[in-house]
């Protein structure tokens, strides 16, 4: 199976799960998880609609039309006030041949442009990124290049700005992804005399509900801060994969039991949020479900009951724990509490209480 | 969220089916609801692809845009839309009575008392799920901004009549439903989850069709309301279409790809055909029409039943006292209306902003108090908190005040099991007749019990009017928070008075948006 190369979103959403090993294995050795999650009968119910795709390109080429007038004027009106307004834009030819070609292909670009001092797009640039051990290749949607050496990230979304504002959730995910690009840049610019990252990137969206872009400065500092130290502390693949038993394999051709297994002998954290953040969240899911674990209602109530991390165990402790059991933990003790509270406040009203039936205790 | 909801939530893993949250209807229903379900056009902010609408489960009025990039289809669609829900909202405008309304003199900054009229009753859409509120202040601002052929004979692409309208009536209710409490604008998802916990996270929650299973599963189609739910959720057809259409505004892009496209296409094709073919024109659009209903009625009958089950519950006494603030917002906006004010504006200023903001806060811990005061469920949260407790008083030992004219002043002891949480000095209040009787914290003994010196409402002798103060044996709830944490909840708030009446200052009618040849809408 061809390994399937990491994006900037898949990156940006494993940062936003570093608790996870599975997850951290799969990517960083590139397995196609959509492919998995299918091959394990839990497909993920992801794709996109050729509406939006359309939408989405058209609107892109829209911005960056003209040899990108547009969009070095909304850089420059947002970012670059400093500096000379751009006149011409100068753009760089970027074709190479595979990633890496097209990586060092950037990397020259880049270098050119900011020795010129003067206004450069660079139109889909190809940047390289070492994430747990392996190579992740990039594609933001524009860099630009000040004449006073600054580069900026680019991202053109096509959810609209409407008064100014856009869906908190859109620019959060348009800042990660953005801080993700802004890394990669930073290591080659660490090489660069004169070269700095700016760390605000520039969001360019469909103003109201029309196709004009309009953009808007993000200050991504905060999202880089957290997307580097989360992607410092992903385990190396290699290390997670020696843990693995030997002969351990992700093909999709294997049986679903086999794949199963190879799938839960690496350590998941599923949590409802994975169900917009990796594909593999139905099949984790499942697991999580059957195995009774509280984590599948929420971060929030996986904190609020501490060591007990099942739902029977919750509900014995609900039901007043174990004569002789391990000694009062404040939590159980509390949902006791609750239950008590709960059962009385439901025959008050004469409701059917829950179920009550004692914790299985050993006899 | 508390540890009760919590706890009922593992509850209902258990049982694989929903547990209640709420022994009573924490909102008010309307007997004539309207029920709006739109559907939007992915990737298009605004550009609405179709909607069932009415007041009638079995007569809903489809409208559906066959071309979604075509300005005119999406101006017909918008006025059919205003044509279905402009006289619904109006039909409550005339029928008032007449009621006071507290103003504030713009010079002496004195407050009076000004005769006016409310509305008897008001409209109440019920959409979805919160998605589907967002995409009415979506509609609203898309809309109140346009001018019509009428108001600007020289207006690019006017607006159809009654659409700018629209736009600010969607306005209004859609900030209307950021007020904790209120019940003009509701989403199916919102009313169920505030009434019963699932097995499942409040993510998975937002899903109306998987959240209805867990609550009433259907008999006939067998296995738990978890089975169901997931179901719901997931399950596709051999053409890879999920069996239960999403609830929208978003549509499944499965759908999108599979059918709507080639369904579209064939539409533009009749459309641009060279001679014209009426016939073959509409059966395209048709054919358009019914994919979108196909998707549509699902979630159509899933609201209707969401409101069947909310309905069955008994209403909380406080839920009529809080439609009188919807009804007053109703009847501001009306008065906005009628009095020509200018739509909306596109961003509150900053003191409206902290205004409304202060407003909300307010309306909660009310919203807070009255739910705990209507619903023992609720009320038992407030407990497990320290925020209140129940017990049986004990012992009550008469004593007076000091003065000339002495008044009764009883010690109460009370027997509880909670733990209130006392910060110094401190009132608790308990409901005497529906009105608050204060007392204050005197001491907690070792053994828990709560000594509570009782201050009003035993009327004006020496001696409590009968039935004023508790008995030794009585079962009795105090809260240490207010019951009515604001004055009058009859009064309507600034933003609903017109400024005709003193309304906040207007800074002027807003400039129209620019209209271009590839607007969305
Ligand atoms: S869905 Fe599974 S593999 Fe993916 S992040 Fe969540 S727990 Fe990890």
Same mark, same amino acid.
Not at chain 2, 478 to 500: C, N, Q, V, Y
């Given at each position: 199976?061809?390994?399937?190369?990491?994006?900037?979103?898949?990156?940006?959403?494993?940062?936003?799960?570093?608790?996870?090993?599975?997850?951290?294995?799969?990517?960083?050795?590139?397995?196609?998880?959509?492919?998995?999650?299918?091959?394990?009968?839990?497909?993920?119910?992801?794709?996109?609609?050729?509406?939006?795709?359309?939408?989405?390109?058209?609107? $892109?080429?829209?911005?960056?039309?003209?040899?990108?007038? $547009?969009?070095?004027?909304?850089?420059?009106?947002?970012?670059?006030?400093?500096?000379?307004?751009?006149?011409?834009?100068?753009?760089?030819?970027?074709?190479?041949?595979?990633?890496?070609?097209?990586?060092?292909?950037?990397?020259?670009?880049?270098?050119?442009?900011?020795?010129?001092?003067?206004?450069?797009?660079?139109?889909?640039?190809?940047?390289?990124?070492?994430?747990?051990?392996?190579?992740?290749?990039?594609?933001?949607?524009?860099?630009?290049?000040?004449?006073?050496?600054?580069?900026?990230?680019? $991202?053109?979304?096509?959810?609209?700005?409407?008064?100014?504002?856009?869906?908190?959730?859109?620019?959060?995910?348009?800042?990660?992804?953005?801080?993700?690009?802004?890394?990669?840049?930073?290591?080659?610019?660490?090489?660069?005399?004169?070269?700095?990252?700016?760390?605000?990137?520039?969001?360019?969206?469909?103003?109201?509900?029309?196709?004009?872009?309009?953009?808007?400065?993000?200050?991504?500092?905060?999202?880089?801060?957290?997307?580097?130290?989360?992607?410092?502390?992903?385990?190396?693949?290699?290390?997670?994969?020696?843990?693995?038993?030997?002969?351990?394999?992700?093909?999709?051709?294997?049986?679903?039991?086999?794949?199963?297994?190879?799938?839960?002998?690496?350590?998941?954290?599923?949590?409802?949020?994975?169900?917009?953040?990796?594909?593999?969240?139905?099949?984790?899911?499942?697991?999580?479900?059957?195995?009774?674990?509280?984590?599948?209602?929420?971060?929030?109530?996986?904190?609020?009951?501490?060591?007990?991390?099942?739902?029977?165990?919750?509900?014995?402790?609900?039901?007043?724990?174990?004569?002789?059991?391990?000694?009062?933990?404040?939590?159980?003790?509390?949902?006791?509490?609750?239950?008590?509270?709960?059962?009385?406040?439901?025959?008050?009203?004469?409701?059917?209480?829950?179920?009550?039936?004692?914790?299985?205790?050993?006899? | 969220?508390?540890?009760? =909801?919590?706890?009922?939530?593992?509850?209902?893993?258990?049982?694989?089916?929903?547990?209640?949250?709420?022994?009573?209807?924490?909102?008010?229903?309307?007997?004539?609801?309207?029920?709006?379900?739109?559907?939007?056009?992915?990737?298009?902010?605004?550009?609405?692809?179709?909607?069932?609408?009415?007041?009638?489960?079995?007569?809903?009025?489809?409208?559906?845009?066959?071309?979604?990039?075509?300005?005119?289809?999406?101006?017909?669609?918008?006025?059919?839309?205003?044509?279905?829900?402009?006289?619904?909202?109006?039909?409550?405008?005339?029928?008032?009575?007449?009621?006071?309304?507290?103003?504030?003199?713009?010079?002496?900054?004195?407050?009076?008392?000004?005769?006016?009229?409310?509305?008897?009753?008001?409209?109440?859409?019920?959409?979805?799920?919160?998605?589907?509120?967002?995409?009415?202040?979506?509609?609203?601002?898309?809309?109140?901004?346009?001018?019509?052929?009428? +108001?600007?004979?020289?207006?690019?692409? #006017?607006?159809?009549?009654?659409?700018?309208?629209?736009?600010?009536?969607?306005?209004?209710?859609?900030?209307?439903?950021?007020?904790?409490?209120?019940?003009?604008?509701?989403?199916?998802?919102?009313?169920?989850?505030?009434?019963?916990?699932?097995?499942?996270?409040?993510?998975?929650?937002?899903?109306?069709?998987?959240?209805?299973?867990?609550?009433? #599963?259907?008999?006939?189609?067998?296995?738990?309301?978890?089975?169901?739910?997931?179901?719901?959720?997931?399950?596709?057809?051999?053409?890879?279409?999920?069996?239960?259409?999403?609830?929208?505004?978003?549509?499944?892009? @499965?759908?999108?790809?599979?059918?709507?496209?080639?369904?579209?296409?064939?539409?533009? @094709?009749?459309?641009?055909?060279?001679?014209?073919?009426?016939?073959?024109?509409?059966?395209?659009?048709?054919?358009?029409?019914?994919?979108?209903?196909?998707?549509?009625?699902?979630?159509?009958?899933?609201?209707?039943?969401?409101?069947?089950?909310?309905?069955?519950?008994?209403?909380?006494?406080?839920?009529?006292?809080?439609?009188?603030?919807?009804?007053?917002?109703?009847?501001?906006?009306?008065?906005?209306?009628?009095?020509?004010?200018?739509?909306?504006?596109?961003?509150?200023?900053?003191? =409206?902003?902290?205004?409304?903001?202060?407003?909300?806060?307010? +309306?909660?811990?009310?919203?807070?108090?009255?739910?705990?005061?209507?619903?023992?469920?609720?009320?038992?949260?407030?407990?497990?908190?320290?925020?209140?407790?129940?017990?049986?008083?004990?012992?009550?030992?008469?004593?007076?005040?000091?003065?000339?004219?002495?008044?009764?002043?009883?010690?109460?002891?009370?027997?509880?099991?909670?733990?209130?949480?006392?910060?110094? #000095?401190?009132?608790?209040?308990?409901?005497?007749?529906?009105?608050?009787?204060?007392?204050?914290?005197?001491?907690?003994?070792?053994?828990?019990?709560?000594?509570?010196?009782?201050?009003?409402?035993?009327?004006?002798?020496?001696?409590?009017?009968?039935?004023?103060?508790? +008995?030794?044996?009585?079962?009795?709830?105090?809260?240490?928070?207010?019951?009515?944490?604001?004055?009058?909840?009859?009064?309507?708030? #600034?933003?609903?008075?017109?400024?005709?009446?003193?309304?906040?200052?207007?800074?002027?009618?807003?400039?129209?948006?620019?209209?271009?040849?590839?607007?969305?809408?």
């Amino acid at each position: 199976m061809p390994p399937r190369p990491l994006d900037a979103r898949a990156l940006a959403a494993l940062a936003a799960n570093p608790g996870c090993r599975r997850r951290a294995l799969l990517d960083g050795a590139g397995v196609d998880k959509p492919a998995l999650a299918a091959a394990l009968g839990a497909p993920a119910g992801y794709g996109q609609s050729q509406f939006a795709m359309i939408r989405g390109n058209s609107f $892109e080429a829209k911005v960056k039309a003209d040899g990108g007038t $547009e969009l070095l004027r909304l850089v420059h009106e947002k970012l670059g006030r400093g500096a000379e307004p751009p006149r011409a834009a100068h753009l760089p030819d970027l074709a190479a041949a595979g990633p890496e070609g097209r990586a060092a292909r950037t990397a020259l670009a880049l270098r050119e442009a900011t020795a010129s001092g003067t206004w450069t797009l660079l139109d889909h640039p190809m940047l390289a990124l070492e994430v747990a051990g392996t190579p992740a290749y990039l594609e933001p949607d524009a860099v630009v290049v000040h004449p006073d050496g600054r580069w900026t990230v680019v $991202e053109i979304k096509s959810f609209p700005l409407i008064d100014g504002a856009a869906d908190p959730a859109k620019v959060g995910a348009a800042a990660r992804q953005a801080a993700v690009y802004v890394l990669a840049l930073e290591r080659v610019a660490a090489k660069l005399d004169g070269a700095r990252v700016g760390h605000e990137a520039l969001l360019v969206c469909p103003k109201d509900f029309s196709n004009v872009p309009a953009a808007a400065a993000v200050d991504i500092r905060k999202q880089r801060a957290v997307t580097r130290r989360q992607l410092d502390r992903l385990a190396r693949v290699e290390d997670l994969a020696a843990a693995l038993p030997d002969g351990t394999s992700f093909a999709p051709d294997r049986t679903r039991a086999q794949l199963t297994e190879a799938v839960e002998a690496v350590g998941a954290a599923y949590a409802p949020d994975c169900l917009a953040a990796c594909e593999l969240a139905f099949h984790c899911r499942d697991r999580a479900r059957a195995a009774g674990a509280v984590g599948t209602l929420g971060r929030q109530v996986r904190g609020e009951l501490g060591t007990l991390t099942t739902v029977e165990a919750a509900l014995d402790a609900a039901a007043g724990g174990c004569p002789g059991g391990p000694a009062e933990d404040p939590t159980a003790e509390a949902l006791h509490r609750a239950a008590r509270l709960r059962a009385g406040a439901l025959a008050a009203a004469g409701l059917p209480a829950d179920r009550t039936e004692g914790p299985g205790c050993p006899s | 969220m508390s540890l009760l =909801t919590t706890l009922a939530r593992l509850e209902a893993v258990r049982a694989g089916r929903a547990r209640p949250l709420a022994t009573v209807r924490h909102r008010h229903l309307t007997d004539r609801p309207l029920v709006f379900v739109p559907l939007t056009t992915a990737g298009e902010a605004g550009a609405p692809l179709g909607a069932l609408v009415g007041t009638d489960r079995d007569a809903p009025r489809l409208l559906v845009v066959p071309q979604p990039r075509d300005r005119d289809l999406r101006w017909t669609f918008l006025a059919d839309l205003a044509e279905e829900v402009l006289p619904y909202i109006d039909a409550y405008a005339d029928h008032v009575e007449p009621a006071e309304r507290t103003e504030t003199d713009p010079v002496t900054g004195k407050k009076a008392k000004v005769a006016t009229e409310l509305c008897l009753d008001a409209p109440q859409i019920v959409v979805p799920s919160p998605a589907g509120i967002e995409y009415v202040r979506l509609l609203g601002r898309s809309m109140r901004f346009r001018r019509t052929a009428e +108001e600007d004979p020289d207006a690019p692409y #006017p607006a159809p009549a009654r659409v700018p309208l629209l736009g600010r009536w969607f306005t209004h209710l859609a900030e209307r439903s950021r007020m904790p409490g209120s019940a003009l604008l509701l989403s199916a998802t919102g009313l169920l989850s505030r009434h019963w916990a699932t097995g499942q996270s409040s993510l998975e929650d937002q899903h109306l069709g998987a959240l209805l299973a867990w609550i009433a #599963p259907d008999p006939k189609t067998g296995g738990t309301g978890a089975e169901q739910a997931l179901r719901a959720e997931l399950a596709r057809d051999a053409q890879g279409l999920l069996l239960v259409p999403p609830a929208g505004p978003a549509t499944d892009p @499965a759908f999108d790809n599979k059918l709507l496209a080639p369904a579209m296409a064939r539409f533009d @094709a009749a459309r641009a055909a060279d001679p014209a073919d009426p016939a073959a024109r509409s059966a395209a659009e048709d054919a358009v029409r019914a994919l979108v209903a196909s998707q549509l009625r699902p979630t159509w009958d899933a609201v209707w039943r969401s409101l069947d089950l909310v309905r069955e519950l008994p209403p909380g006494a406080h839920t009529e006292q809080r439609w009188t603030g919807d009804r007053w917002s109703y009847t501001g906006h009306r008065d906005r209306v009628r009095a020509g004010e200018p739509p909306q504006p596109r961003r509150d200023d900053a003191v =409206t902003a902290a205004r409304k903001l202060g407003r909300r806060e307010t +309306e909660q811990v009310r919203l807070d108090a009255q739910e705990a005061l209507d619903d023992p469920l609720v009320m038992a949260a407030r407990r497990f908190a320290g925020e209140a407790f129940a017990g049986e008083i004990t012992e009550v030992v008469m004593e007076w005040t000091d003065s000339k004219r002495p008044s009764p002043r009883p010690l109460l002891a009370v027997a509880t099991e909670d733990g209130p949480q006392f910060d110094g #000095p401190a009132k608790v209040y308990r409901s005497l007749d529906g009105r608050a009787q204060t007392a204050e914290h005197v001491r907690t003994e070792e053994d828990g019990t709560v000594v509570l010196r009782l201050l009003d409402k035993m009327g004006r002798g020496r001696e409590p009017e009968p039935g004023t103060v508790p +008995e030794k044996g009585d079962q009795v709830c105090w809260t240490l928070f207010e019951h009515e944490p604001r004055s009058g909840p009859r009064l309507p708030e #600034p933003e609903d008075t017109p400024w005709t009446h003193g309304g906040p200052p207007a800074a002027g009618p807003e400039a129209t948006d620019p209209v271009t040849d590839e607007d969305m809408l």
